[in-house]
Nanobody
């Protein structure tokens, strides 16, 4: 049974940092492509950051490149999204997802496993 649980969201002021975590159970993290997606009210879900199996390659949406960073801790089976210099437009529910490498970076149909989401609000 594969399970992804996000944490670390919150309400913050613009300019500060947050780190989201995604604890993964039911499979070995290093075997899957991991992605962070977000959905703002009234908008479609979009890919934010993705990392290939083995952490060999990363990809970022242009809107977050240079500010966000995705990483893995295989010992803890956890994926992180470090978010710096947050902006009001980063406000959204953030989802962690796991999928095959064909999903890299943001092809949602190749990500069968999703977390419940964590809310990030930037004012």
């Amino acid at each position: 049974h594969v399970q992804l649980v996000e944490s670390g969201g919150g309400s913050v002021q613009a300019g500060v940092s947050l780190r989201l975590s995604c604890a993964v159970s039911g499979y070995r993290l290093s075997r899957y492509c991991m992605g962070w997606f977000r959905q703002a009210p009234g908008k479609e879900r979009e890919g934010v950051a993705s990392i290939r199996p083995g952490a060999t390659t990363t990809a970022y949406a242009s809107s977050v490149r240079g500010r966000f960073s995705i990483s893995l801790d295989t010992a803890k089976n956890t994926v992180f999204l470090q978010m710096n210099s947050l902006k009001p437009e980063d406000t959204a529910t953030y989802y962690c997802a796991a999928g095959t490498s064909t999903g890299f970076p943001f092809r949602e149909s190749a990500y069968p496993y999703w977390g419940q989401g964590t809310q990030v609000t930037v004012s």
